[in-house]
Nanobody, 124 residues
Framework: QVQLVESGGGLVQAGGSLRLSCAAS????????MGWFRQAPGKEREFVAA????????DYADSVKGRFTISRDNAKNTVYLQMNSLSTEDTADYYC?????????????????WGQGTQVTVSS
């Protein structure tokens, strides 16, 4: 059974930082491209960042570029999202996801596995 479990969310002041983790079981992330998405209240789930299975390619939404960093530790079967310079607009539930397509993608429908999410709240 595949499980992706996010952690590291919480309440932080604007300008602060958080690091999210996504621990996988039931699959080896070394064979999967991994992504982070987020969903704010009343909004659709949106792409945040993705990393190729090899770690050699990264992709970021424009809204987080330069502030967020996605990384992976295949030995620990874990993906991370370092979030710096947080603003209230970053408040959302954050989800990690995995797929094995031969190309990088930002499309939710193309990710086969999803975690349950971790909540991030940024206060002003």
């Amino acid at each position: 059974q595949v499980q992706l479990v996010e952690s590291g969310g919480g309440l932080v002041q604007a300008g602060g930082s958080l690091r999210l983790s996504c621990a996988a079981s039931g699959l080896m992330i070394s064979s999967y491209d991994m992504g982070w998405f987020r969903q704010a209240p009343g909004k659709e789930r949106e792409f945040v960042a993705a990393i190729k299975w090899s770690g050699g390619r990264l992709d970021y939404a424009d809204s987080v570029k330069g502030r967020f960093t996605i990384s992976r530790d295949n030995a620990k079967n874990t993906v991370y999202l370092q979030m710096n310079s947080l603003s209230t607009e970053d408040t959302a539930d954050y989800y990690c996801a995995a797929h094995r397509l031969p190309f990088m993608t930002r499309e939710r429908i193309q990710y086969a596995y999803w975690g349950q999410g971790t909540q991030v709240t940024v206060s002003s």
